[in-house]
């Protein structure tokens, strides 16, 4: 799962909420749905976080990905402590049932603090991914390695690399 996977979905549900974010303001039940959309989000955010961590502990990625998956979710982030910072705001101004109150604001709160916690840890690893170095070829080996292959006259001629492609007997090798 890459950023072109889950960043279309993620937008445009960003721009849901932010469209509920506009119209619940005089409408308590409404209001509840809109929270409900917005804790949703957040765990959206940390599922694709964990995607993310999966990839690393399965090999990793290039640092571009990286960056820009980071970059993303930190965008996705700020959305979304927006809404919840909306939502602490107008909670109480709200007339909400208690038995629907109190345990919906607590999970709210656990948002809030999970969130956070996702900002730290996505802003932590894409400062690493923007100072790893450049992969390259160790120069010392590479020199090494076409002096032996020169030595033991392992190069193909390009003329007859094109020769067995046109002829399409697969990949070329030396006869």
Do not use: Y
Not at 132 to 150: H, N
């Amino acid at each position: 799962m890459t950023v072109t996977d889950w960043a279309p979905l993620a937008h445009e549900r960003v721009e849901t909420l932010r469209r509920e974010a506009e119209s619940v303001a005089n409408e308590p039940h409404r209001f509840l749905f809109f929270v409900c959309d917005a804790l949703g989000f957040v765990r959206f955010l940390c599922v694709i976080w964990d995607v993310m961590m999966l990839r690393f502990r399965q090999g990793g990625a290039p640092a571009k990905q990286v960056l820009d998956e980071c970059d993303l979710l930190v965008t996705l982030i700020a959305a979304s402590e927006r809404h919840l910072g909306l939502i602490q705001q107008e909670w109480h101004k709200k007339d909400l049932a208690a038995e629907f109150g109190k345990p919906m604001f607590a999970e709210v709160e656990t948002a809030v603090t999970r969130l956070d916690a996702l900002a730290k840890d996505v802003s932590k690893i894409r400062a690493w991914a923007a100072d790893s170095p450049p992969i390259s070829a160790d120069p010392d080996e590479l020199k090494r390695r076409v002096t032996q292959a020169d030595e033991g006259n392992e190069w193909l001629g390009l003329r007859e690399v094109i020769q067995q492609a046109r002829r399409g007997n697969g990949p070329p090798t030396r006869e």
